[in-house]
């Protein structure tokens, strides 16, 4: 994912970002692919709703992707990374032929 700064969608991922939770969900998120709430709650020691809220800001901002499936008590939600690289431009590439 490329995003320049001054993008909507880059304070989305920085506001993400900014939280060590969100973090920590990422790199577990990472290691193990399609974790469903319940157990990666149970993994960072907290609330399913805790943890489905963070994973909610995760997905807003294009982070993570979730997929819903029926599971024994309703609908269960599995969640996977979306992207492998972030990068954010903080300054913009000199279009060719502009003086530098």
């Known amino acids: 994912m490329n995003l320049?700064?001054?993008d909507a969608k880059a304070a989305d991922v920085c506001f993400a970002l900014s939280n060590k939770?969100?973090?920590?969900i990422l790199a577990i998120v990472s290691v193990f692919d399609?974790?469903?709430?319940?157990?990666?709650?149970a993994q960072?020691?907290?609330?399913e709703a805790g943890t489905s809220?963070?994973?909610s800001v995760l997905e807003r901002a294009g982070l993570i992707r979730a997929k819903y499936k029926p599971g024994?008590?309703?609908?269960?939600?599995t969640?996977?990374?979306?992207?492998?690289?972030?990068i954010i431009h903080f300054k913009?590439?000199?279009?060719?032929?502009d003086a530098t």
């Open 4 to 6: 320049n700064i001054k």
């Open 53 to 55: 809220y963070n994973v």
């Open 92 to 97: 913009e590439e000199p279009k060719e032929g």
């Open 72 to 77: 024994r008590h309703g609908v269960a939600k």
């Open 34 to 41: 399609k974790l469903s709430i319940s157990a990666l709650a």
């Open 44 to 47: 960072l020691a907290q609330t």
């Open 79 to 86: 969640i996977s990374l979306a992207i492998k690289t972030l």
């Open 21 to 24: 939770t969100r973090r920590k």
